[in-house]
């Protein structure tokens, strides 16, 4: 196959998975290890992967990639994920849930959870809720983005600020080395800041891609989170790290 013709393809799959590696991209397409790395440093290059050990990511920069690209993004893994969050979560529970992908697959998997109070500035987390007649839904009124379902701004932050609530799930964009919690949005992220503040235990959700990326904006730390809920093996400086911490790792 010319190399012009797979490297669209090489794109769909990082967007699918979010990573590719050099071993299952040369079986994939029938061609060499070397093959494949000229691919992906020509990519690389471009702008359009960030290289990384073994392969590649989709880049990260001072910008989220787009909704429907995040949406399709490591689905299957944040329905493991969100699964498993949903199994600390009991009936009668009150929750916040904040703006993301991964939260809306957890909004998923409580569709059958009685008795719930759900406060989100994520239209979509409120739609998928609609199916669930034993979930009361509160909507934080604030600013729209269209790009996402997203409400921001000085009133999602002050109606979120009015609740106290037995747990916080949120999601975020990166993960460093060191523990911080990251994402884009500084509006996002005080909205999300406010939820950890009001609730009595806080759940994060993130699947392994979040470990080799970046984003400027910092929510908070993760020896704050009592669980985390994710699909990979945690980086090892951040692994050795988290052992002193209260946080409860999931895999």
């Not at 998928?128 to 934080?140: C, D, K, R, S, T």
Request: aromatic share 4%; proline share 3%; glycine share 8%.
């Amino acid at each position: 196959m010319p190399q012009s013709f797979r490297q669209p393809d090489i794109l769909e799959i990082a967007r699918r998975d979010g990573k590719v590696t050099v071993d299952g991209l040369a079986e994939h397409f029938g061609v060499t290890v070397q093959t494949i790395r000229r691919d992906l440093a020509e990519l690389a290059e471009a702008g359009r992967l960030s290289r990384v050990h073994g392969g590649a990511v989709l880049p990260s920069g001072l910008s989220n990639i787009a909704y429907q690209d995040r949406r399709g993004l490591n689905a299957q893994a944040k329905a493991q994920i969100a699964r498993r969050a949903a199994e600390l979560i009991p009936d009668g529970a009150s929750l916040f849930l904040n703006i993301g992908t991964t939260t809306e697959a957890v909004a998923q998997a409580l569709l059958h959870h009685e008795r719930l109070l759900v406060v989100t500035n994520n239209m979509n987390v409120a739609n998928i809720l609609m199916g669930n007649p034993g979930a009361e839904v509160v909507v934080a009124g604030g600013t729209m983005r269209h790009s996402d379902g997203g409400l921001i701004g000085p009133m999602a932050l002050r109606m979120v600020e009015q609740f106290s609530l037995d747990c916080a799930v949120i999601g975020c964009s990166a993960l460093s080395e060191s523990g911080d919690i990251l994402d884009f949005d500084l509006g996002e992220v005080s909205v999300s800041q406010a939820m950890l503040q009001q609730s009595a235990r806080k759940i994060l959700v993130a699947d392994g891609s979040k470990f080799s990326r970046k984003a400027p904006a910092r929510i908070a730390r993760l020896d704050e989170m009592d669980h985390f809920a994710t699909d990979a093996d945690l980086p090892a400086v951040l692994a050795e790290r988290v052992q002193t911490w209260k946080t409860e790792v999931l895999i």
